[in-house]
């Protein structure tokens, strides 16, 4: 039999089983493509709301603190208060009584 005969349809179907890898590559490519494009839109349209989001959570991370601050100042201060009249007292009674 002679091969060059088939040589033709040999070349058509290498041909054919390459088409079909080659739309889906390049349909992937597009779709990436306009993907990334899409990412970069959304991230320059978002990046304001975020920083306003970021700015108000900084303001009320910064109330709480400063509450919670306020609000454990005053145990701290009285047992403070406290042991200062403590040791004050004692060192006034020490010196009365001649110690």
Avoid: C
Wanted: charged share 15%; glycine share 4%; proline share 4%.
């Amino acid at each position: 039999m002679d091969w060059t005969i088939l040589a033709p349809w040999r070349d058509l179907s290498l041909i054919y089983l390459l088409i079909f890898p080659m739309v889906v590559t390049l349909a992937i490519a597009v779709g990436l493509f306009y993907a990334v494009r899409g990412i970069r839109f959304l991230n320059r349209w978002i990046k304001t709301p975020l920083l306003y989001a970021q700015v108000w959570a900084l303001r009320i991370q910064h109330s709480t603190t400063r509450t919670s601050n306020a609000i454990a100042e005053v145990p701290i201060r009285l047992h403070s208060n406290g042991e200062q009249t403590r040791v004050v007292l004692r060192g006034v009674i020490d010196y009365l009584q001649n110690k």
